[in-house]
């Protein structure tokens, strides 16, 4: 179901590995090793990501990328092959610092999740962000809405076999019963 | 001769009349499915559940068994109808459930979707007990992977088709977990079942599913 080009773990390992090395030297000598790399790892997944919005969407709709990795007024250009989408560029937008731009995913994208990449312009650093296109439902998670129809009360009121069988067996009994009361009647020993 | 004739005559005026009795009264008497009790609703503190397990990688499930109400059966899949509601296995088979298969698998991280129905248009079906279920019951998922999924029920809770909680039903879990669906929640004539029976439960166990099991 995925789709990615290149490996998304190992680009992003690597600049985070470096980025923790380099926090655990400069913070971890006053506040120590595990707090310097916690605050690495989270600025890191926000100045090494490509934010993508909405994140579900349907064949045809069109999304919006952003990020802080290209600095303030930067640009860069946008990968959305991945998905069957044309080149686009991101130019700088709001709020400050962040560059942004817009994609459509092509009507005829198959479901899947689908790696966006953007490449700055300035130094060539590549984030990305993965988008995920469902065939219903745009927005949230396509889950299943209100109540299910899975009963229609047959377990429920009278069985007409079993009601008719009944019927019909009590019929028997009243024949037999009938004759044996006629030959009592008539005086003959049962 | 005619001694034995009567007699035999009595023995099958009896017997017809106990079967007559016995058709007649299962024949029209009106057996709602069972329904969860107060009792197994979502608590705070309830009694202690047995802790998760980590998550399996997806698979599809391709058999569910639940020892404690007897239900073995087969899966379909299910899709969405127009509306966006869950769809549900046909409804001439009486013994099969339906997993969404837009959802998680039964075992990996998310909520797996699972309904079946109540009754056929002939009588109980797959789900006719779920709603008997009672908390830390047994269910299990054999997958096509071949390992054997099992879940303990935490809540068995009973859902009016107006105020359906969907986000606490369909919504997503950050551990593996189980909704199983029927309808419920009293029957009426004019409007059939008014809402759903929705057993909640999580995943604790794992083991491998024996090469060559009765299926």
Redesign the interface.
């Known amino acids: 179901m995925r789709h990615t080009p290149r490996p998304v773990a190992s680009r992003l390992s690597a600049g985070a590995a470096l980025a923790v090395v380099t926090a655990g030297l400069t913070v971890g000598l006053t506040v120590g090793p595990a707090y310097g790399a916690e605050t690495a790892e989270r600025e890191d997944t926000r100045a090494g990501r490509l934010e993508v919005y909405p994140t579900n969407v349907v064949p045809g709709a069109e999304v919006t990328v952003g990020t802080v990795a290209c600095g303030a007024d930067g640009t860069a250009e946008g990968d959305a092959s991945s998905v069957g989408a044309d080149a686009f560029a991101l130019a700088p937008g709001t709020p400050p610092g962040n560059t942004t731009g817009r994609f459509r995913v092509p009507p005829s994208a198959q479901p899947g999740t689908y790696e966006i990449v953007a490449r700055c312009s300035r130094d060539g650093a590549e984030v990305a962000g993965d988008v995920v296109v469902?065939l219903?439902?745009a927005g949230e998670?396509?889950?299943?809405?209100?109540?299910?129809?899975?009963?229609?009360?047959?377990?429920?009121?009278?069985?007409?076999?079993?009601?008719a069988?009944?019927?019909?067996?009590?019929?028997?009994?009243a024949a037999?019963?009938t004759?044996?009361l006629h030959?009592r009647v008539r005086g003959e020993a049962? | 001769m005619r001694g034995f004739t009567d007699t035999a005559i009595a023995c099958a005026t009896m017997v017809a009349l106990g079967c007559g009795a016995w058709l007649l009264r299962s024949g029209t008497e009106h057996d709602a499915p069972p329904q969860p009790s107060a009792a197994q609703a979502h608590t705070r503190s309830g009694p202690e559940v047995p802790a998760g397990v980590p998550a399996l990688p997806p698979s599809p499930p391709e058999r569910v068994r639940i020892p404690s109400i007897r239900v073995n059966a087969p899966f379909t899949v299910l899709g969405l109808t127009p509306t966006g509601g869950l769809g549900v296995p046909p409804a001439t088979k009486e013994n099969l459930v339906g997993w969404y298969e837009a959802g998680a698998t039964p075992g990996e991280t998310g909520t797996a979707i699972v309904a079946g129905h109540v009754d056929t248009a002939d009588g109980p079906a797959v789900f006719y007990r779920l709603g008997a279920l009672t908390k830390g019951a047994r269910v299990e998922v054999e997958r096509r992977d071949g390992t054997v999924a099992v879940f303990s029920v935490d809540a068995v809770e009973v859902y009016d088709a107006h105020a359906f909680p969907d986000e606490k039903v369909y919504g997503a879990a950050d551990r593996p977990e189980l909704r199983l669906i029927t309808c419920g929640g009293g029957y009426s004539k004019r409007t059939g079942y008014r809402g759903n029976v929705v057993v909640f439960a999580h995943l604790t166990g794992v083991r491998e599913r024996p090469s060559g099991a009765a299926r």
Do not use: Q, Y
């Open positions: 469902r219903t439902g998670p396509t889950h299943p809405r209100g109540s299910v129809k899975t009963g229609v009360g047959g377990a429920l009121g009278p069985d007409p076999v079993k009601t069988a009944g019927v019909a067996a009590l019929a028997v009994a037999g019963g004759w044996l030959r049962i």
